[in-house]
């Protein structure tokens, strides 16, 4: 059987799962690999366990054919609430 990896690309977006979290707490589906984010046209690897911000691109990739729309379901979770600061107030962000 030959390998054909399918790698995926989710932008995380302000009422992400991942917002302000590290790479390290993605949890993927078997088969499944981060290799790290795009952030301001520069990559950085999964290896350095960065905090993911808004506007941040996830590279991810899959081994196993058929995983792609799974694994992008994974990236694109979604808080059901989410808090943020602006301007200096707590604001409620429903997602």
């Not at 795009?38 to 196993?64: G, L, W, Y």
């Not at 379901?73 to 200096?88: A, C, I, P």
């Amino acid at each position: 059987m030959i390998l054909e990896p399918k790698v995926i690309q989710v932008r995380v977006q302000f009422n992400s799962a991942y917002y302000l979290q590290s790479m390290s707490s993605i949890e993927l589906p078997q088969d499944c690999y981060l290799l790290g984010i795009i952030r301001e046209n520069s990559f950085i690897e999964v290896s350095k366990n960065p905090t993911m911000i808004e506007q941040d691109i996830i590279v991810a990739v899959t081994t196993h054919p058929g995983f792609g729309p799974l694994l992008k379901h994974q990236l694109k979770k979604t808080q059901s609430e989410v808090w943020r600061f602006h301007n200096g107030h707590l604001n409620y962000c429903p997602a």
